[in-house]
């Protein structure tokens, strides 16, 4: 008997008829803890449902979101309305859910938010207690897997942001039930190491996988650290409790990288922008000083007893002429008064008179005439001309 062959194509079509014919999985809800809780750009949402014994994948699309009342997260106990079909093109079933409502939280939420409130209560999370990243850190720790990939992009970041930079792997599980000890043995021992920071992470995952970050025994060990930590645990939207008890958080490893490791590059030119500033500073700075000396020197020659001395010799010279220029001043011009005054003597002088055929005439007893009603005849007279003196006897007086 000859079997009949199939393509993949058709045999997933075929099943999917199965699927939408079954009256049972056209409208079912399906409860289940939240897990690999991802909110895609186009606006679905992509997760899983599961409980302990089996996992099924969901999506709900962008148009159904509009009764979604809740922000869905890791550990979310749910349950979601819709329908289980096939995706032909991978040949997997999962629930196209319409409808989600919240039931409670998971167990592992429920733990997670537990211990967060116990250690935000101790003060753990404080930002009093936080330490600062390191501006310029050459040896920085890591404590994640030694074969995942936030290792690579921790490496392939500080290789293009500075290649001088140490970095001191410590290799440890970052899940499973012996992860979270040998993640404190890598904290505990780079801290010892003198690193100026340490990282402490590793790639995404679920809630389940990223569980270790959430145990007690990692808190405490990154709180007791003296080392700076920057905590780098999943993807952006991943919270751990370690993140809240780190100096630093970054959202991804490549993140931390980033926070930890200065861009060589940009540090040369910062330096050598500074440089320049100090150097542009210190020209005039002493430029400043020198003018500041010269001045000072100037003062202290202005200030000095020899030009004191100079200057006084200059104001008793300068005092000395214009006492000299005043005194002739004085003398010219008192010699013209007196030239004035000898001419307006000169005028009045007797002598000028009598030269000039006028005489003094004076009575016996020495008074002088200057009125015929003075004397008559017979009387004796004396006459001063010019050049001396006579005397007369008075024969006849004419009256005007």
């Known amino acids: 008997m000859k079997l ?3 393509t993949v194509g058709q045999v997933n079509s075929y099943i999917k008829n199965m699927f939408m014919e079954d009256f049972a999985l056209r409208h079912i809800s399906i409860k289940g803890e939240v897990s690999n809780c991802k909110y895609h750009s186009s606006g679905h949402i992509y997760f899983s449902l599961k409980d302990k014994d089996s996992v099924i994948a969901c999506v709900m699309f962008k148009g159904n979101r509009k009764g979604l009342e809740f922000k869905m997260q890791e550990g979310q106990m749910v349950v979601a309305t819709g329908t289980v079909g096939v995706y032909e093109r991978d040949g997997r079933y999962q629930l196209y859910a319409e409808k989600i409502t919240l039931d409670g939280a998971g167990d592992l939420y429920k733990k997670f938010e537990e211990l967060k409130q116990e250690l935000e209560e101790m ?3 404080a930002p009093e207690y936080k330490k600062n990243i ?3 850190a050459l040896n920085i720790g890591i404590v994640t897997s030694g074969t995942g990939a ?4 921790i490496i392939n970041i500080t290789k293009r942001r500075n290649p001088y930079v140490q970095l001191h792997l410590y290799p440890t599980l970052v899940q499973g039930a012996m992860a979270a000890p040998d993640i404190v043995n890598g904290i505990r021992c780079l801290d010892s190491m003198d690193m100026d920071v340490i990282i402490v992470g590793r790639g995404g995952g679920s ?14 060990a990154v709180f007791e650290c003296e080392t700076p930590i920057i905590s780098a645990v999943g993807h952006e939207t991943d919270t751990t409790i370690v993140d809240f008890v780190a100096d630093r958080r970054a959202p991804t490893p490549s993140a931390a990288a980033e926070l930890a ?3 060589y590059e940009r540090f040369v030119q910062d330096l050598n922008d500074k440089q320049y500033i100090l150097a542009r500073s210190l020209k ?17 020659i202005n200030k000095s007893p020899q030009n004191k001395l100079m200057q006084n010799r200059q104001y008793i010279n300068d005092i000395q002429s214009r006492m000299s220029d005043m005194v002739h001043e004085r003398i010219n011009s008192k010699r013209n008064r007196l030239s004035v005054i000898s001419e307006r003597l000169n005028g009045l002088s007797p002598l000028n008179k009598l030269s000039k055929g006028f005489a003094y005439v004076q009575d016996s007893k020495g008074m002088p005439l200057v009125d015929i009603e003075q004397i008559k005849a017979g009387d004796r007279i004396k006459l001063h001309l010019k050049n ?3 005397l007369a006897d008075i024969k006849n007086i004419n009256k005007l």
């Open 4 to 6: 009949s062959v199939y």
């Open 123 to 125: 003060g753990m999370f």
């Open 134 to 136: 390191p501006e310029y």
């Open 150 to 153: 936030a290792i690579q992009d």
């Open 207 to 220: 809630i389940e996988d990223l569980w270790a970050f959430n145990e007690e025994i990692v808190a405490r």
């Open 261 to 263: 490791v200065f861009d």
């Open 284 to 300: 005039r700075q002493v430029l400043n000083s020198r003018n500041m000396v010269e001045q000072y020197r100037l003062r202290l």
């Open 388 to 390: 001396g003196s006579a």
